[in-house]
């Protein structure tokens, strides 16, 4: 069993991080195309049909995280997108394609596959699967602000850990 406000937390952060790829998604659904596409796992042109229904997936998941009575099937949805995310990344550094663009930073930014990637995935993977666990939600109302605390300051974190994997593979391309 996982505490409640551990547990809470963990869903605001997969939320956030579900709500920002879905928004991604639907801003430049071109361009999320064009990423599916580059990772060269569907048939052709597969990226077309599949970037808006893979963005409302995401958002979705992000709002059903938020409904008590589906929380813990939407916990276990995320998990195995965010498993296929990774593993397509996986088979792709495995075919020793790292220059492709992931379609993990949003519109506008550009992130090259890394062996940190799956990890982090892996890490999220994991993060819904113990959230999955918890029995149930905080019981005060001081649970469920430290919660938002935890989640926020969770989401903060793996924003800038983005943000410092895109910078370093700019500056190395820089070198």
């Excluded at 990423?35 to 060269?40: A, K, S």
């Excluded at 916990?75 to 995310?85: M, P, Q, R, S, T």
């Amino acid at each position: 069993m996982v505490d409640p406000v551990i547990a809470l937390g963990l869903v605001l952060l997969l939320g956030w991080v579900l709500l920002d790829a879905g928004l991604g998604k639907l801003r430049a659904p071109a361009l999320t195309a064009a990423h599916i596409d580059d990772y060269r796992l569907l048939p052709e042109a597969a990226g077309a049909w599949l970037a808006r229904p893979l963005a409302v997936l995401e958002i979705s998941l992000a709002v059903l995280l938020l409904v008590p009575f589906s929380r813990v099937s939407a916990l276990v949805l995320a998990a195995i997108l965010l498993a296929g995310y990774g593993l397509a990344i996986t088979v792709n550094l495995l075919r020793g394609r790292r220059d492709i663009d992931c379609g993990c930073a949003g519109p506008g930014q550009s992130q090259r596959l890394s062996v940190a990637l799956p990890v982090r995935n892996l890490l999220l993977v994991a993060a819904a699967l113990v959230a999955a666990l918890s029995p149930g939600l905080p019981s005060h109302w001081s649970g469920w602000l430290f919660a938002l605390f935890c989640g926020t300051v969770a989401a903060l974190l793996y924003a800038s850990v983005s943000g410092l994997l895109a910078n370093q593979q700019q500056l190395e391309r820089l070198r």
